[in-house]
């Protein structure tokens, strides 16, 4: 694994991106129960030095392999080595090479190894040192490209020197001036090919790293980190693959041109052959390479992004993706997890808000910004009681109590809200529930007597199955409709969605009926005259309630 430590890929997951777990960081844009889905998480890499000593060792036996072609098909009597004599001298320097290679590469990786080292340990790294392993890895494909490219450019100016010291004597300053610069190109051209693709190898691979170094993104806030937009990263492969080439190809025929007018044409023409031969060659190994990194550097965090839109249609606002990079596409990612805990967090906030009010009522206020004030509606208002509810109350301790209630009212809300009403509030034992607002339902008086119906149902159940052998519990319910005021009510500091107006209160006069009549459902004769469908009703009479001049007529429903 990147770090010795880790052997396995979830451990270090739920180490790292701990800030997206629910238990660990309350609040956080996730709902209850849930934990981030990160959509296409790239496994860790195995054994980064070696892979990352693999990239470069291939690449630079690319460049070389370019280089030694080179000289044999395009340039052939630039550059000629006498093994017997040059040989050694190649070897060490390449091997210098390759060592001051191996110990800046080693260099750059030191903050990541121990970033990475304290994290996979469960430890919490120094600020300072996350910070500049986070740096590096946004910096390391630019860093290990230049540090290729230097390499290069240092061999192709020790080989140029030593080269010059192989032309013959008396030669021209300008002939001696034009040998050198090919010999230095030559090796230069090689140099940028195998720069190029180290840079764009390397980056794959720390893209795979950089979502672990990052669990809450913030890559694009990074100072000091290099980017590369995509429109530079395209321009850049299309250079090196189609016009880099051409460059060169013209450059060596406007040269093999002007040596067919003083040596033979035939010997031009070869050459022309050989060069054009080489550059296909050359363009045709570098097409195979170079789009293919660059295209997946595109199209993976496009294809990750494209999974995680269609996860989130589907209506799991858990789902992330990983921020891997700091262009375009990082920035669009980045975007979308925004959003996406946006959505979280407001589906967050309805289901808290729900728990205190009404789905329907939560929605509502959500949609519309609260601001005092209200609109005058006809609804149904339903109050209910439970019978003796003191006396039960004084016999039991507080937590039995509350535990009486709570079970309770699981079995008489579902009564209520399938029948299209919202629970408004709980006062103690009663309920008071409202049809028709804040949603219009043009049958709220059938609806709020068909749940008065199914509360006394519930409630049988509730004797029968949650309090077998205890005295059953009784319960008065009230039905009246009429005109109200419904909206927000209270101060900018602090607001209430309510129901307001005489409907409310005749309603809560109708159910203290019910200890007079000895009822269980009763409902006012304005509830009465707006039912659509038939009920067993029993005519009651009119009876004076407190607060009212006139007597209130009444009808008892039969449960």
Request: with cysteine; proline share 6%; aromatic share 8%.
């Given at each position: 694994?990147?770090?010795?430590?880790?052997?396995?890929?979830?451990?270090?997951?739920?180490?790292?991106?701990?800030?997206?777990?629910?238990?660990?960081?309350?609040?956080?844009?996730?709902?209850?129960?849930?934990?981030?889905?990160?959509?296409?998480?790239?496994?860790?890499?195995?054994?980064?030095?070696?892979?990352?000593?693999?990239?470069?060792?291939?690449?630079?036996?690319?460049?070389?392999?370019?280089?030694?072609?080179?000289?044999?098909?395009?340039?052939?009597?630039?550059?000629?080595?006498?093994?017997?004599?040059?040989?050694?001298?190649?070897?060490?320097?390449?091997?210098?090479?390759?060592?001051?290679?191996?110990?800046?590469?080693?260099?750059?990786?030191?903050?990541?190894?121990?970033?990475?080292?304290?994290?996979?340990?469960?430890?919490?790294?120094?600020?300072?040192?996350?910070?500049?392993?986070?740096?590096?890895?946004?910096?390391?494909?630019?860093?290990?490209?230049?540090?290729?490219?230097?390499?290069?450019?240092?061999?192709?100016?020790?080989?140029?020197?030593?080269?010059?010291?192989?032309?013959?004597?008396?030669?021209?300053?300008?002939?001696?001036?034009?040998?050198?610069?090919?010999?230095?190109?030559?090796?230069?051209?090689?140099?940028?090919?195998?720069?190029?693709?180290?840079?764009?190898?390397?980056?794959?691979?720390?893209?795979?790293?950089?979502?672990?170094?990052?669990?809450?993104?913030?890559?694009?806030?990074?100072?000091?980190?290099?980017?590369?937009?995509?429109?530079?990263?395209?321009?850049?492969?299309?250079?090196?693959?189609?016009?880099?080439?051409?460059?060169?190809?013209?450059?060596?025929?406007?040269?093999?041109?002007?040596?067919?007018?003083?040596?033979?044409?035939?010997?031009?023409?070869?050459?022309?052959?050989?060069?054009?031969?080489?550059?296909?060659?050359?363009?045709?190994?570098?097409?195979?390479?170079?789009?293919?990194?660059?295209?997946?550097?595109?199209?993976?965090?496009?294809?990750?992004?494209?999974?995680?839109?269609?996860?989130?249609?589907?209506?799991?606002?858990?789902?992330?993706?990983?921020?891997?990079?700091?262009?375009?596409?990082?920035?669009?990612?980045?975007?979308?997890?925004?959003?996406?805990?946006?959505?979280?967090?407001?589906?967050?906030?309805?289901?808290?808000?729900?728990?205190?009010?009404?789905?329907?009522?939560?929605?509502?206020?959500?949609?519309?910004?609260?601001?005092?004030?209200?609109?005058?509606?006809?609804?149904?208002?339903?109050?209910?009681?439970?019978?003796?509810?003191?006396?039960?109350?004084?016999?039991?301790?507080?937590?039995?109590?509350?535990?009486?209630?709570?079970?309770?009212?699981?079995?008489?809300?579902?009564?209520?809200?399938?029948?299209?009403?919202?629970?408004?509030?709980?006062?103690?034992?009663?309920?008071?529930?409202?049809?028709?607002?804040?949603?219009?339902?043009?049958?709220?008086?059938?609806?709020?007597?068909?749940?008065?119906?199914?509360?006394?149902?519930?409630?049988?159940?509730?004797?029968?199955?949650?309090?077998?052998?205890?005295?059953?519990?009784?319960?008065?319910?009230?039905?009246?409709?009429?005109?109200?005021?419904?909206?927000?009510?209270g101060s900018q500091q602090r607001m209430e969605y309510r129901v307001v107006g005489d409907t409310v209160n005749l309603a809560s006069r109708v159910e203290g009926l019910n200890k007079t009549?000895?009822?269980?459902?009763?409902?006012?004769?304005?509830?009465?005259?707006?039912?659509?469908?038939?009920?067993?009703?029993?005519?009651?009479?009119?009876?004076?309630?407190?607060?009212?001049?006139?007597?209130?007529?009444?009808?008892?429903?039969?449960?």
């Amino acid at each position: 694994m990147i770090f010795p430590a880790v052997r396995r890929r979830q451990a270090l997951c739920d180490r790292i991106l701990c800030y997206y777990r629910a238990e660990n960081q309350p609040g956080r844009c996730i709902l209850p129960g849930q934990t981030i889905n990160i959509e296409g998480l790239p496994e860790v890499p195995s054994r980064p030095r070696l892979r990352l000593a693999v990239i470069q060792i291939a690449s630079n036996v690319v460049g070389a392999f370019f280089c030694t072609t080179y000289f044999m098909f395009v340039e052939p009597d630039t550059f000629v080595i006498d093994l017997d004599r040059e040989l050694t001298t190649i070897f060490l320097m390449t091997l210098g090479l390759v060592g001051l290679g191996f110990v800046t590469t080693r260099y750059w990786q030191r903050s990541i190894l121990e970033a990475g080292q304290i994290l996979a340990g469960g430890g919490t790294p120094k600020p300072e040192l996350l910070a500049k392993a986070q740096r590096d890895t946004l910096n390391a494909p630019l860093i290990y490209s230049l540090t290729s490219m230097a390499i290069w450019v240092i061999a192709a100016l020790f080989m140029t020197f030593h080269s010059l010291q192989a032309v013959p004597a008396g030669t021209a300053l300008r002939q001696e001036l034009a040998f050198g610069f090919r010999v230095f190109a030559g090796i230069l051209v090689s140099g940028v090919a195998t720069a190029t693709i180290v840079f764009f190898a390397c980056d794959r691979f720390f893209r795979r790293l950089r979502p672990w170094f990052f669990p809450e993104g913030g890559l694009l806030e990074v100072k000091g980190a290099f980017r590369l937009p995509l429109k530079r990263r395209l321009m850049f492969s299309f250079f090196m693959v189609g016009l880099g080439p051409m460059i060169v190809l013209s450059t060596m025929v406007y040269r093999i041109a002007r040596f067919t007018m003083v040596r033979d044409p035939s010997v031009g023409l070869d050459s022309l052959l050989n060069v054009i031969f080489y550059l296909l060659a050359v363009s045709a190994v570098m097409a195979l390479v170079l789009p293919r990194l660059v295209a997946k550097s595109i199209s993976e965090p496009a294809r990750r992004l494209e999974n995680a839109i269609a996860k989130l249609q589907a209506g799991d606002l858990s789902v992330r993706v990983p921020v891997n990079d700091n262009d375009e596409l990082g920035v669009l990612s980045a975007s979308f997890n925004q959003m996406a805990a946006g959505l979280a967090e407001r589906e967050r906030i309805k289901d808290a808000f729900g728990r205190f009010v009404t789905p329907a009522i939560a929605q509502a206020i959500l949609d519309n910004p609260p601001e005092p004030g209200g609109t005058s509606t006809e609804v149904s208002v339903l109050f209910s009681d439970i019978r003796g509810y003191t006396r039960l109350s004084e016999r039991l301790d507080p937590p039995q109590v509350i535990e009486l209630l709570n079970t309770y009212f699981s079995h008489m809300v579902p009564a209520i809200e399938e029948n299209q009403g919202l629970v408004y509030q709980f006062v103690g034992d009663a309920i008071m529930a409202v049809f028709g607002a804040p949603i219009r339902l043009e049958d709220h008086a059938t609806q709020a007597v068909a749940a008065g119906q199914g509360m006394l149902e519930a409630l049988d159940q509730f004797n029968r199955y949650e309090r077998p052998g205890l005295p059953p519990l009784g319960m008065g319910i009230g039905i009246h409709s009429g005109p109200v005021v419904a909206g927000i009510i209270g101060s900018q500091q602090r607001m209430e969605y309510r129901v307001v107006g005489d409907t409310v209160n005749l309603a809560s006069r109708v159910e203290g009926l019910n200890k007079t009549l000895g009822s269980e459902l009763l409902i006012s004769q304005a509830t009465a005259e707006r039912l659509s469908r038939p009920f067993e009703l029993q005519d009651l009479g009119s009876h004076q309630v407190k607060g009212k001049a006139e007597a209130v007529h009444v009808f008892g429903v039969a449960a």
